[in-house]
Nanobody, 124 residues
Framework: VQLQASGGGLVQAGGSLRLSCAASGRTFSRSVMGWFRQVPGKEREFEAAISWNGGSTYYPDSVKGRFTISRDNAKNTVYLQMNSLKPEDTAVYYC??????????????????WGQGTQVTVSS
């Protein structure tokens, strides 16, 4: 699976962005997909995950109610809708794919494939 993230940019606090992650490969529709973010000097943090059929999602408390992950298996694409953005959401956002599991997970080491990242900057 190859992943290409896009949709990042500069937005004011309180604004919204939608990230997209286009996947190539036959196994996308069977993969759990996740979004992570990273700022310099810190570990990559989990932000959202979705099961292969979209029926189950998982978020950390820090973004619950503000971020929504979704997927369109016909388009081989996963999305991250981010609302009510805060300056502390500023980071490089990465999409990732995990094979062989049926539940969304926050565990980085379950994800075998990673996109290149897209920068999100939230100004105050």
């Amino acid at each position: 699976v190859q992943l290409q993230a896009s949709g990042g940019g500069l937005v004011q606090a309180g604004g919204s962005l939608r990230l997209s992650c286009a996947a190539s490969g036959r196994t996308f529709s069977r993969s759990v997909m996740g979004w992570f973010r990273q700022v310099p000097g810190k570990e990559r943090e989990f932000e959202a995950a979705i099961s292969w059929n979209g029926g189950s999602t998982y978020y950390p408390d820090s973004v619950k109610g503000r971020f929504t992950i979704s997927r369109d298996n016909a388009k081989n694409t996963v999305y991250l809708q981010m609302n009510s953005l805060k300056p502390e959401d500023t980071a490089v956002y990465y999409c990732a794919a995990a094979e062989g599991i049926s539940y969304p997970t926050s565990s980085r080491n379950r994800y075998s494939y990673w996109g290149q990242g897209t920068q999100v900057t939230v100004s105050s």
